[in-house]
């Protein structure tokens, strides 16, 4: 069946570093969803991503999408203490998420 | 609408027992989906609705699991016969399938399972 991978597993920062988590699917996807996951929360959508070689930004956050559609990746420009949390993608499987295996990020002041 | 809700937050039973879990999507949410989280791992597809039409159910799932979505509008998860290893986070998310609509999930706050 559809895998999605992430890499890192886990990250340890300085507040002010930047971060990225790669995704890699196993499968070409129609899509590609980012979630955050709080310490003891739940997952919240981020942003979804349709095109081949798409770049979205949300403030510090900027989501790529791969031109095969078969991988993405997520970058935190200048880390803050409340980015902490786990990073998943989500792959579009056939009408249902296929979710990876997440990053999870710590951040020191 | 406050979102997407499950009932209980928490949930403790003995090996052998049979619990339930309830969840209220949102309700111009037409797609209802389950899932199971273990501490570290992403969340694990478990099963899936359009309406009150169960469409697709994981292949990892045993015949203990049921679920149903009654008239379209919030579901139950019912596991039978618990065992240690069903012990998790199981969640409860909603979708809007209609087209043109953003379809990112809308995840509620999970039921914890833990069977002693």
């Known amino acids: 069946g559809q895998q999605v991978m992430q890499i890192p597993q886990y990250q340890h920062v300085q507040e002010g570093e930047d971060f990225t988590t790669y995704c890699n699917s196993s499968?070409?996807?129609?899509?590609i969803q980012w979630y955050k996951q709080r310490p003891g929360g739940h997952p919240v959508f981020l942003i979804q991503l349709v095109k081949s070689g798409e770049v979205k930004k949300q403030k510090r956050l900027t989501f790529q999408f791969g031109e095969a559609k078969k991988n993405s990746s997520l970058h935190i420009t200048a880390t803050q203490t409340t980015d902490v949390g786990t990073y998943f993608c989500a792959g579009n499987g056939f009408q249902k998420l296929v979710f990876g295996t997440g990053t999870r990020l710590l951040v020191s002041p | 609408d406050t979102g997407v809700s499950q009932d209980p937050r928490h949930k403790i039973t003995k090996r052998g027992q049979n619990v339930t879990f309830r969840c209220d999507p949102i309700?111009?949410?037409?797609?209802l989906y389950w899932y199971r989280q273990t501490l570290g791992q992403g969340p694990e597809f478990l099963t899936y609705f359009q309406n009150e039409a169960q469409l697709e159910k994981s292949r990892l799932l045993s015949d203990r699991f049921s679920a149903e979505r009654p008239k379209g509008s919030f579901s139950t998860l019912e596991i039978q016969r618990t065992e240690q290893g069903d012990s998790a986070m199981y969640l409860c998310?909603?979708?809007?399938?209609?087209?043109?609509?953003?379809?990112?999930?809308?995840f509620g706050s999970g039921t914890r399972l833990t069977v002693v």
């Open positions: 309700s111009e949410h037409n797609r």
């Open positions: 499968t070409t996807l129609s899509n």
């Open positions: 998310a909603s979708s809007d399938g209609r087209a043109g609509r953003p379809n990112g999930y809308t």
